[in-house]
């Protein structure tokens, strides 16, 4: 589903810096991996690498064997809006919109007939709890009930890989429990891939397979059995 | 200091675009301001350069307006005890028939005796041409030329040059090259001297002078004798020194020079919304940072100063440029504003070069600054008045405060009801001009909200035309009024200028094709000189009696027109005006110009007789007389005390007209020249056949040029679409303000919208898309101003056409709202729009999305 192969990422500078150091890795469809390790470790930028976000200084990524590197700009682009949906620490919604517009937007960019979207953007929004915030800018809603809404426009067309970049990262602990169960939960009837960057080892032992990286390289690789709570 | 080191420089480092653009809008200002009045300037220095080289060592000057006057006059000025000399002039202007010469400045003088005032610095030997006068005499023919101008038409002695004159064509042979300097520079070097008597023959004078020229004795003081030959001569004649004839070359041209600077002081005052702009998004984007300076320990007056000081910097530089600039316009306006006041006024100037004065390069170098320092004070302000806490803090800084928003509105509504107020008063001049000044002050405090309530409008059009990329430009609108209300207000201001400039244009359009339908009803007009308004040249009144027995030819009816000089009612002094000569009587049988006061019955009748005047109606409103006012003339039998026995619609003349029984003339001013034959022709003659006929008549003997009626008013509009050439200026400032504004809030739309745009890539928008939302907001902060700028032109049309009617022109001209140019309008800001929107949506789409998802 996702392959790494030799992936370096250096970012130039007064002084050179190598976030990624030659990774391999390869993530069936499917999985939910968790990526954790310090800060500047790397784990952001292989998520950012994987998402089609930016690019690596060498080595090639692929996802469903489509290689990213070779992808013009808009095409990346299109891959990114067609299989990789994208969960930020900071919800990253548009303030200006509602609930249903923020949901909206990737399928409207995608140019779908506005009722089609109408009806998709809803039942997101459904299956997230939130369909009694439909009309709500963002600085209406909780927490926990913005990461709900940014979760809905991860899912807008139901992709084979959801990347979460400390999803639970800006919410409280209670709040944050119940949104990585809502994660699991989809993961669950979506049967989607998906990869979390985390701080919180209770994140991190939530998923069925566990990478650490250190400096830049993957120190750790384990798989266990998903601790569902 | 040290603050503007460490804080300002590094922050001008870091946004050198935005740096660049608020420079430019203190550069258009001053180019504009430095331009318009140093092409004036030049204009008007060339012309008293010229009067002070041709006056030479002459102290005093006796005129007797354009007709000048009889030769016995001389005499009379030369037994003046005191007079050392006195001697007679002629000057007029003539086309030399040489390409690329134009005109040539004449003058006629007495050799004899005028070596005494003017210095002929002749070349080698030549002086042995006028070391004996008689040479010179003895030569009708006889011309002396500039060595500028010979060198630049291979001219030697002895070299002839054939010159139009009113007997025909005739050819003048070199005798003389003037050094270049002293006398030689005037005019540009295109001079010429004559002997006096030959130029009475060559300009058609008579037994007439322009001019005395007098020196007076050396033991004598200039205003005793000048007293003296006033007394000698008594009323009726100019007795000034050479310098007051620029001054009465400026007051004839004050219209132009009033609206080039009403123009120009416009582009400064919107350069000053690019810069207020600026300033006031910098300081919203500073926040933090002047939230850290301020728990740094520095005072709300080191942040003010920092900020005023930055300004002042920036106003420095942007002015030194615009100063550059401003030359470089002038280079360009100089020859088309000399061109225009030749041509409308009929007074003949020369800038060669531009005269820089340095006293006004200082004062737009200082208003530049002081422009700068002025757009800068309300957002040093609120920096300095920044809560170090609430700064610190990110987010909501970009928002009008309800509190700012509602003084705003007090004020617009104070404003608003004070221009209102000052309406009905509006017969006070001040009180007129306050409620123009409170109507623009309502509107410019109105432009966040009105762009606010438009913008929320645009919404649901904008997301129905393109649900992501429209509703987000309409939301970056809503979401940062600051950012756009001030590119929205200069473009306003901009474009109402144009509205007001272009329904000017086209309300005189309309008046004066209504007046020329019925003035200008003649079928041919015979004049001497290719441009109707010049007056060097006068015909002999005989020519009308041969023309009359001309097969096709009815009327014909004869004119003579002179500016002279009369008393303002209005703001005192003495006022250049268009003294008309004509059977009156019998030009309102055939054309009846629209009465505003007195009996159209009467009027003609009385002032055909002599015993009154129909005034225009640009003079009445001008210069302040009513019906049965009586004015006094001045002529060279002593001053006319005439009534004012009707005042009509007739727009020969800017100033305003006098029409006066051209018998009444000829007796007064011993002059029975005429300067325009109106010919009317019988039934079923053909205009070109006749015209055709008058050539063959007069053509091989006379100077003489014969328009039909469709060149002569072809000529007409040619003037007027020249004179509202300043209209265009207009434009190219609106366009420019456009693109600095609209790239300006652009810019920092992307840099605030950073992550915002980073997101909608990151869900999958593509490049296009993201451009196209930048282009739709461009387009919008286009359409804000377009909406708001043809609103406020509606209203500064209404103001424009009454200062044209009270101070400028005392036009009556009908309020029609110019719709053609507002259609015409709309694709040339959108373009402009569109231009402004290419860079920063390239920009927006190049980053780097990483960063952009992280931008804070």
Redesign the interface.
């Known amino acids: 589903m996702i392959d790494l192969s030799q992936v370096r990422k250096e970012f130039e500078g007064k002084r050179r810096v190598v976030a990624l150091d030659t990774v391999d890795l390869s993530i069936a469809k499917g999985e939910m991996v968790s990526i954790v390790g310090a800060s500047g470790s790397g784990k952001s930028t292989m998520l950012?690498l994987i998402?089609g976000?930016?690019r690596p200084s060498s080595g090639e990524i692929r996802i469903e064997g489509v290689a990213l590197g070779s992808l013009p700009?808009?095409e990346l682009?299109?891959l990114?809006?067609?299989k990789i949906g994208?969960i930020?620490q900071f919800f990253?919604l548009?303030?200006?919109?509602t609930s249903l517009?923020n949901v909206?937007?990737?399928l409207?960019?995608?140019g779908w007939p506005?009722k089609q979207i109408d009806a998709r953007a809803r039942e997101l929004l459904d299956l997230v709890g939130l369909s009694h915030r439909l009309e709500h800018q963002p600085d209406e809603l909780s927490g926990g009930e913005r990461q709900r809404v940014a979760i809905a426009?991860?899912l807008?067309v139901y992709p084979p890989v959801l990347l979460a970049d400390e999803p639970t990262g800006n919410l409280d602990s209670k709040t944050g429990v119940e949104i990585l169960n809502l994660i699991h939960d989809l993961h669950g009837r979506l049967g989607a891939t998906v990869l979390i960057v985390t701080h919180d080892p209770n994140v991190a032992a939530s998923c069925e397979r566990n990478i650490t990286i250190r400096d830049g390289r993957i120190q750790a690789d384990v798989r266990r059995e998903a601790l569902r709570r | 200091m040290i603050l503007l080191k460490l804080i300002s420089w590094q922050y001008v480092r870091k946004h050198l675009l935005r740096t660049a653009l608020t420079v430019a809008g203190i550069v258009i200002g001053v180019a504009v301001f430095v331009g318009m009045h140093t092409a004036n300037q030049s204009v008007l220095f060339a012309f008293n350069q010229t009067i002070n080289q041709i006056a030479g060592a002459t102290q005093i000057q006796i005129t007797a307006g354009e007709p000048g006057f009889d030769e016995e006059i001389l005499e009379k000025v030369q037994g003046v005890p005191g007079v050392r000399v006195a001697v007679p002039v002629i000057e007029a202007t003539a086309a030399t028939n040489l390409p690329g010469q134009g005109n040539l400045l004449v003058l006629g003088v007495d050799m004899t005796g005028d070596r005494s005032l003017r210095s002929y610095d002749l070349e080698g030997a030549d002086d042995d041409v006028i070391d004996d006068p008689l040479i010179f005499l003895a030569q009708p023919d006889s011309l002396i030329v500039t060595r500028r101008f010979a060198e630049a038409n291979n001219l030697r002695i002895n070299s002839s040059i054939p010159m139009d004159t009113m007997a025909g064509r005739v050819r003048f042979t070199v005798r003389g090259i003037m050094k270049d300097s002293g006398l030689a520079s005037a005019f540009g070097g295109n001079l010429a001297i004559m002997d006096i008597y030959a130029a009475q023959k060559m300009f058609g004078r008579g037994r007439k002078f322009d001019r005395v020229d007098v020196g007076v004795q050396e033991a004598e003081s200039v205003p005793e004798v000048q007293a003296r030959i006033e007394k000698a001569l008594g009323e009726g004649f100019a007795v000034e020194p050479p310098s007051s004839r620029g001054q009465q070359f400026e007051n004839t041209a004050q219209i132009y020079t009033l609206a080039s600077a009403i123009t120009s002081l416009f582009a400064l005052f919107i350069g000053m919304f690019i810069i207020y702009n600026t300033f006031a998004i910098a300081v919203t984007q500073r926040r933090g940072e002047i939230g850290i300076l301020r728990a740094l320990g520095a005072t709300r007056g080191q942040i003010r100063t920092l900020f005023l000081g930055e300004s002042a910097v920036l106003g420095l530089l942007g002015s030194a440029a615009g100063v550059l600039a401003g030359i470089g316009i002038a280079r360009v306006m100089a020859g088309y504003i000399g061109n225009l006041l030749g041509e409308v006024y009929g007074i003949a100037q020369r800038a060669g070069e531009l005269s820089l004065n340095p006293r006004l390069l200082g004062f737009a170098m200082l208003i530049g600054a002081l422009t700068s320092v002025a757009a800068a004070l309300l957002p040093a302000r609120t920096a300095a008045a920044t809560d170090p806490v609430k700064a610190l803090h990110k987010g909501g800084a970009e928002l009008i405060t309800e509190r700012e928003n509602r003084m705003r509105r007090l004020a617009a509504l104070i404003s608003i009801t004070g221009a209102i107020l000052c309406l009905w008063f509006s017969q006070h001049r001040i009180l007129f001009y306050a409620g123009y000044m409170l109507a623009v002050i309502a509107a410019l405090l109105m432009t966040p909200t009105f762009s606010l309530w438009i913008s929320k409008l645009f919404r649901p059009f904008l997301k129905a035309f393109r649900?992501?990329e429209g509703?987000?430009a309409a939301?970056s609108l809503?979401?940062a009024p600051r950012r756009t209300s001030g590119t929205v207000a200069a473009l306003m201001l901009s474009l109402a200028l144009v509205v007001s400039l272009s329904g000017l244009a086209r309300a005189s359009y309309g008046s004066i094709t209504q007046w020329m339908n019925i003035a200008l009803n003649p079928d041919l007009f015979v004049s001497t000189s290719e441009s109707i308004t010049a007056r060097s040249f006068v015909f002999p009144a005989e020519i009308g009696d041969d023309l009359k027995k001309l097969d096709g030819i009815d009327v014909v009816q004869m004119v003579r027109s002179v500016r002279v000089l009369v008393p303002s009612r209005k703001g005192g002094g003495s006022v250049p005006v268009m003294l008309v000569g004509a059977d009156i009587d019998r030009i309102a049988e055939r054309a009846r110009l629209p009465v505003i006061a007195g009996d159209a019955n009467t009027m003609y009748q009385v002032a055909g007789a002599g015993n009154g005047v129909v005034v225009s109606d640009n003079f009445a409103l001008l210069h302040g007389y009513r019906l049965g006012d009586g004015i006094e003339i001045p002529s060279p039998s002593g001053v006319l005390r005439l009534p004012v026995t009707g005042i009509v619609i007739d727009y020969s003349d800017q100033q305003g007209s006098i029409l006066m029984s051209r018998r009444l003339f000829s007796e007064k001013w011993n002059d029975s020249s005429v300067n325009v034959f109106r010919i009317y022709l019988k039934p079923g003659a053909s205009d070109t056949a006749v015209r055709q006929a008058i050539l063959d008549r007069f053509g091989s003997e006379r100077r003489l040029f014969v328009f039909t009626n469709r060149e002569l008013r072809d000529y007409v509009l040619k003037l007027t679409d020249q004179w509202f050439g300043l209209t265009y200026v207009q434009i190219a400032v609106a366009v420019l303000v456009a693109i600095l504004g609209i790239v300006n809030s652009l810019t920092v739309s992307i840099t605030d919208r950073r992550?915002?745009l980073?997101?909608?890539?990151?869900?999958?928008?593509?490049?296009?898309?993201i451009r196209h939302t930048i282009w739709m907001e461009a387009a919008a902060i286009g359409v804000l101003g377009l909406i708001l700028g043809l609103a406020l032109g509606a209203a500064q049309l209404y103001y424009t056409l009454e200062i044209a009617e009270r101070d400028l022109a005392g036009l009556r001209l009908n309020y029609e709202y110019p719709v053609g140019m507002a259609l015409a309008l709309l694709p040339v800001i959108l373009s402009a729009a569109f231009l402004a929107a290419l860079g920063p949506a390239e920009s927006a789409v190049r980053g780097?999305?990483?960063e952009a998802?992280e931008y804070e």
């Open positions: 950012n998402g976000l930016d700009d808009d682009t299109r990114r809006r067609d994208f930020f990253n548009l303030p200006t919109l517009e909206s937007l990737p409207h960019l995608r506005r426009r991860a807008s | 649900p992501v509703t987000l939301d809503i979401q992550r915002e980073g997101v909608i890539q990151a869900v999958g928008g593509l490049r296009k898309q780097s999305l990483v998802l």
